[in-house]
């Protein structure tokens, strides 16, 4: 038995200096060259996601016409919902615009959910920027 115990605290002994010499042999550095242009590129990309410049995206219209019915619309939109909505303006006329939404399935669910209340509400068609 006295033999036994010694045989393994042998073997212990030997798996522990194996596992530490692998241990040690697998830290190592990793160095990543990485051309500026690349970070200046994620800055313009997340200022454009952010102003909502980026093209292709699909938009439900609530109204268009004048201001004071636009803000009244506007209101009653955000009393209601919670897609982020827009007033913008585009020559002579104001439109009340909802959503930013990345396909036209994710925009077609909101606007059934919409045309509850706005019965004149409808995607117009994406502009390419």
Same mark, same amino acid.
């Given at each position: ?35 500026? %242009? ?6 313009? %990309? ?21 201001? %004071? ?25 104001? %439109? ?34």
């Amino acid at each position: 038995m006295r033999k036994l115990s010694r045989n393994n605290l042998i073997f212990t002994c030997f798996l522990t200096a194996v596992s530490y010499a692998n241990l040690s042999a697998q830290n190592a550095e990793i160095n990543i060259n990485q051309d500026e %242009k690349i970070s200046k590129l994620l800055e313009l %990309k997340t200022e454009m996601s952010e102003g909502n410049k980026i093209g292709d995206r699909y938009k439900i219209q609530l109204f268009y016409g004048d201001n %004071k019915e636009a803000s009244e619309v506007f209101k009653d939109y955000e009393s209601k919902y919670t897609y982020p909505a827009m007033i913008d303006y585009e020559t002579p006329n104001y %439109k009340v615009y909802v959503g930013n939404f990345r396909n036209r399935l994710e925009a077609d669910r909101a606007l059934r959910e919409i045309k509850e209340n706005f019965p004149g509400a409808f995607i117009p068609k994406p502009k390419r920027r």
